[in-house]
């Protein structure tokens, strides 16, 4: 499946496998939401998978919490 030129959202993007599939996407034609709760970790996750192919926008939220959902998705 071809999924450039798509939207792509990560939860737990700042570690583990969120972090991982970060820097996999990166290299990609997408447009990312990187979502974590940690703003100093998120940064530096999006920061090291920064790429020219790819906008990588962070998001700081908890998504188990029903407010965080609704902030990613307004």
């Not at 792509?8 to 709760?37: D, K, N, Y």
């Not at 090291?48 to 998504?63: H, N, Y």
Request: net charge positive.
């Amino acid at each position: 499946m071809r999924i450039e030129r798509k939207k792509v959202v990560i939860t737990g993007a700042s570690s583990g496998i969120g972090r991982s599939l970060l820097h996999e996407f990166s290299g990609r034609q997408l447009q990312i939401v990187a979502a974590g709760r940690d703003k100093a970790r998120l940064g530096d996750a999006v920061e090291s998978a920064r790429t020219s192919q790819t906008e990588i926008l962070p998001f700081v939220g908890d998504l188990a919490l029903q407010e965080g959902v609704d902030a990613l998705f307004a």
